[in-house]
Nanobody, 124 residues
């Protein structure tokens, strides 16, 4: 069964940086579009960022634009989310997701494979 495994979460202070990584167990997934979503306590899961299969077409939520950067290393099956200038409102469980097309999407329902999530907590 294909798996996505996130890592890199933790507890940081406001203004700090953190890098999340997501590794796919199946090499074929490395060619397809991937995204990051997050779910804060008591809220619905929301889109954060996504990237196309050849590192093209990065998309960002307005709330993270200019602070977060999504990138991928297809040779290493790895997706990365560099998060700078973190704010307390960025506190959430962050999920990596993959879809079997090359075009990124902001919609959760477009993604077939999900990781278990990694907790990011930003203290003020």
């Amino acid at each position: 069964q294909v798996q996505l495994v996130e890592s890199g979460g933790g507890l940081v202070q406001s203004g700090d940086s953190l890098t999340l990584s997501c590794t796919a167990s199946e090499f074929t997934l490395s060619r397809y579009a991937k995204g990051w979503f997050r779910q804060a306590p008591g809220k619905e899961r929301e889109f954060v960022a996504s990237i196309g299969g050849i590192s093209a077409w990065p998309l960002y939520a307005d709330s993270v634009k200019g602070r977060f950067t999504i990138s991928r290393d297809n040779a290493r099956n790895t997706l990365t989310l560099q998060m700078n200038s973190l704010k307390p409102e960025d506190t959430a469980v962050y999920y990596c997701a993959a879809r079997k097309t090359y075009t990124p999407s902001t919609l959760q329902d477009d993604y077939e494979t999900w990781g278990q999530g990694t907790q990011v907590t930003v203290s003020s």
